[in-house]
């Protein structure tokens, strides 16, 4: 497959300033520490919502799976799929699967809503996926559930055939260590994010390189994800640094950073976009159907736009009549300070910081509806915290 075609000229500004301070902005976020959900040994290390946002997953240095009801914060079961740590872990599109990545150079698949059993024990994995030769520290679902990639400390990635648990391919990809792998929406590429400073775009069909993207730092990729349109995707790298790529120019055309307020310069910190909240008085409207529909184009009426289930980006919105609400394009990431901070991605200011943390906050997932925010911490806190608005 090739690279989509580039979008039209009327392109999003290019300009790389750093983000100035908070200041006001229509449907500001107004998010609250609500609960503190204890149940790891070890740090947290990567969270996910269900499609559905009935189910909240969390991960650990403990290698421990817990499932978390997010309405309540109630404990509802936990799974010990691995010895070592779990460094990601993915859930299916189609709600039925969460597959880990691990320190034991392995990855696992469960049932996410295993039946019960006789005497309560957690049935097996589905699936173990063994075939890197280091710890593997990313694994994502394709868009149609039957195919995961991992990325691991090897160096290379491998896109897996679910069913049969067999690799199908396997990408030499990097010079370092590959830190985030990903799916663009219609599951004909695969992005590598690597220690090695590049993003790597794959044809998932013939492992073909169809692109590499660097920054201007050459700092280690941390983060990456795709756009649904496959037009966009955003990063972040071990410089404190949030960018948001063109993929066919290879043009950044946004640079989110926050001095002392963003710090993301030993741990690997994620971003996530997602659809900003209305204005007070139409949050209690919000549902998961509406929340699609977020503009990243700070030119306007040009009909590109941010499109995001939890941490995808689209430009796909047309604004024609009949056509879904659009709303701002809203970013938040951990920071090494223990600190949440929230953007606007179209204008680059911090629209909020969440305090509550003492520790490195390298897990973060929003819920489907927008209106919880889940954060994990490293050691000694070890903690996960519910921001709700």
Avoid at 25 to 41: D, E, F, I, V
Avoid at 202 to 212: E, F, I
Wanted: proline share 8%; aromatic share 6%; net charge negative.
């Amino acid at each position: 497959m090739a690279i989509p075609a580039p979008l039209p000229e009327n392109m999003p500004n290019g300009a790389e300033e750093p983000s100035p301070e908070a200041g006001p902005s229509t449907g500001t976020p107004k998010y609250r520490l609500a609960q503190t959900l204890s149940a790891h040994s070890r740090g947290v290390t990567a969270l996910r919502f269900s499609p559905d946002g009935k189910l909240l997953v969390s991960a650990g240095a403990d290698g421990r799976l817990h499932f978390w009801d997010p309405r309540t914060g109630d404990h509802i079961r936990s799974l010990r799929s691995h010895k070592t740590g779990i460094s990601d872990i993915s859930i299916s599109p189609d709600s039925l699967y969460v597959a880990t990545a691990s320190d034991d150079c392995t990855s696992t698949i469960h049932l996410l809503h295993p039946p019960s059993t006789p005497d309560g024990t957690p049935p097996p994995p589905l699936r173990i996926l063994s075939a890197h030769t280091a710890p593997i520290l990313s694994i994502a679902f394709s868009p149609k559930s039957n195919l995961v990639v991992t990325g691991s400390f090897d160096e290379s990635a491998i896109i897996w055939d679910v069913r049969r648990g067999k690799p199908l391919r396997v990408l030499p990809a990097h010079a370092d260590a590959i830190w985030c792998v990903g799916w663009d929406s219609e599951g004909g590429m695969v992005l590598t994010a690597s220690a090695d400073g590049l993003i790597r775009l794959w044809d998932a069909n013939s492992g073909q390189c169809l692109k590499t993207l660097d920054n201007d730092t050459n700092s280690p990729v941390s983060f990456a994800s795709f756009t649904p349109s496959s037009f966009f995707l955003l990063s972040s790298t071990l410089s404190s640094t949030i960018r948001v790529y063109n993929i066919h120019t290879s043009k950044v055309l946004k640079t989110l950073r926050a001095p002392g307020i963003f710090q993301s310069e030993k741990y690997p910190c994620p971003a996530v976009v997602f659809q900003g909240l209305p204005k007070d008085g139409d949050r209690n409207r919000v549902n998961v159907e509406e929340t699609d529909m977020m503009d990243i184009d700070s030119e306007g009426g040009n009909g590109h736009s941010v499109n995001g289930h939890i941490s995808t980006i689209n430009g796909s919105v047309d604004g024609k009549k009949g056509s879904k609400r659009q709303g701002d394009a809203w970013v938040v990431t951990g920071s090494e300070n223990g600190k949440l901070v929230i953007w606007d991605l179209q204008t680059k200011r911090v629209l909020q910081v969440l305090e509550g943390h003492q520790s490195p906050v390298v897990a973060i997932a929003v819920h489907p509806n927008g209106k919880i925010i889940a954060s994990g911490s490293l050691e000694v806190e070890k903690v996960i915290n519910l921001w709700r608005d």
